[in-house]
């Protein structure tokens, strides 16, 4: 079956503990992005990928790193998260050109 | 730079009735126009899309949009709602702005369907 996957769903974590949720896709596509959803906000890119190797900054980028070594995976990292770092992160994968993406079940984050 | 501004943040039909759910963009080029629905704890299904061929364009569940060059809109309608539509809704634009670009979502439209 073609889906995105998140892990973790649920995730409770305390300011300043690094943390990283992993993304991975088995649809074979080039460009994968991270979005936080926070109410009221709609859905905010923080960082693309074009390809392997291959990033770059959306909308929110400040405070998060990602990195793309492998093409089905695309983690982000928090390196000291903090409380507004908490959100609703979705990853989304999508073929280069094709307008159409395709989303993960999200992560939810709560940082005290 | 391209930005949607969806109009209402909520909106209450009853069953059977017909749903609009309202859009706008801003873009300097034409414009690839999505709108994507979220069920509540599940992540975001594609609905339908434009990109510059019919300006009527179906998707799923009986929904279909109108892209109006002319009034820089692009607005949800479905005839008949169904309990099973209540859900969040979001108007994305395609933005051009860079290498593949990014999607640019509005804020969302929570639609609630009373029995």
């Known amino acids: 079956e073609a889906q995105v996957t998140q892990n973790p769903r649920y995730l409770i974590t305390v300011t300043g503990k690094k943390l990283t949720v992993t993304c991975s896709q088995n649809?074979?596509?080039?460009?994968m992005s991270w979005y936080r959803q926070d109410p009221g906000l709609g859905l905010r890119q923080i960082y693309y990928?074009?390809?392997?190797?291959?990033?770059d900054k959306g909308d929110v980028p400040e405070g998060y790193k990602v990195s793309r070594k492998e093409k089905r995976n695309f983690p982000l990292i928090l390196e000291s998260p903090s409380p507004n770092q908490t959100s609703l992160y979705f990853c989304?994968?999508?073929?280069?050109?094709?307008?159409?993406?395709?989303f993960g079940p999200g992560t939810r984050l709560l940082v005290l | 730079a391209q930005s949607v501004t969806q109009l209402d943040s909520h909106v209450s039909v009853s069953e059977g009735t017909p749903v609009l759910l309202r859009c706008n963009y801003s873009?300097?080029?034409?414009?690839?126009l999505f709108w994507y629905v979220q069920h509540p704890n599940k992540g975001l299904q594609l609905l339908l899309k434009?990109?510059?061929?019919?300006?009527l364009v179906k998707g799923i569940n009986g929904f279909e949009a109108e892209f109006k060059k002319s009034e820089t809109s692009f607005h949800l309608t479905k005839p008949s709602a169904h309990m099973s539509d209540a859900a969040e809704y979001f108007c994305?634009?395609?933005?051009?702005?860079?290498?593949?670009?990014?999607?640019?979502f509005g804020k969302g439209t929570k639609l609630s369907v009373k029995p």
């Open positions: 989304a994968s999508s073929e280069v050109g094709e307008e159409t993406q395709y």
């Open positions: 649809m074979n596509h080039e460009y």
């Open positions: 990928s074009m390809n392997v190797e291959v990033t």
């Open positions: 873009s300097s080029y034409s414009p690839s």
């Open positions: 434009y990109t510059s061929a019919a300006t």
């Open positions: 994305v634009v395609r933005n051009y702005g860079g290498s593949q670009g990014n999607l640019i």
